[in-house]
């Protein structure tokens, strides 16, 4: 079974600052999506960005990138010049290219210091 | 942009009622997730539809049953309710396919007295 596993708890970072949080994932298959969805304190979950296994590119959207290393199985997102709307609980999750089901990992919350 | 209607937002019943939560998923998107997030926890799969048949099934309880509907909203059902399925309950949506995101409604809150 596919895991994911998220070892920061909680995070801060400065406003303007730069924050990475790091997530690390177990599977056996080649092709797969990794995903960061963004959990405000409303509790909608919103897609940040996502990552295609077989891409080597790092997938960016704006202030967010991601650094994929998929022979160690790690996917790091990094928020640049980080805004106090930044602020939330960040779930990384895995899916099977052909599978349903998104896995989740525990969630790091993300404070933002004004 | 039209996103996933969850209704109700809200819903308070006591054990061993019966709770029904709705989702109206985006306009042509075709396919539903039901997910189950606890207090302080990560989300956890409970079912999903594709073109009105179940395409996967998660840790969904048998007391739960769900359906999809021929307009693509879908219904979750829970019948004898426990203290401990009280948790936000969220339906996403995507067109399809093993390539499209599944976009987030915005939950329904259970709670279970």
């Known amino acids: 079974a596919q895991t994911v596993t998220q070892s920061q708890p909680e995070m801060s970072v400065q406003e303007a600052e730069t924050v990475t949080l790091s997530c690390t994932y177990d599977?056996?298959?080649?092709?797969?999506?990794l995903f960061w969805y963004k959990q405000p304190p409303s509790r909608q979950m919103i897609l940040v960005i996502r990552?295609?296994?077989?891409?080597?590119q790092n997938a960016t959207e704006n202030r967010f990138s991601v650094n994929f290393q998929k022979a160690a199985k790690s996917f790091s997102l990094k928020i640049s010049d980080s805004q106090l709307g930044d602020a939330a609980m960040y779930f990384c999750a895995y899916r099977m290219e052909y599978g349903n089901k998104l896995v989740f990992g525990a969630g790091t919350i993300l404070r933002v210091k004004s | 942009a039209a996103g996933v209607i969850q209704s109700p937002r809200h819903l308070i019943k006591e054990k061993r009622e019966t709770a029904t939560l709705k989702c109206y998923p985006i306009?042509?998107?075709?396919?539903v997730y039901w997910y189950q997030q606890g207090p302080g926890q990560d989300p956890q799969f409970l079912i999903s539809f594709y073109e009105k048949m179940q395409s996967d099934k998660g840790s969904i309880p048998d007391r739960f049953s769900a359906q999809q509907f021929s307009d693509y909203h879908s219904e979750l059902n829970m019948s004898s309710l426990e203290l401990g399925d009280s948790a936000l309950y969220f339906c996403a949506s995507s067109l399809g396919g093993p390539s499209y995101e599944q976009y987030f409604g915005p939950g329904t809150r259970l709670t279970v007295t």
């Open positions: 599977t056996s298959e080649s092709d797969y999506y």
């Open positions: 306009p042509r998107h075709d396919t």
């Open positions: 990552q295609e296994a077989y891409k080597q």
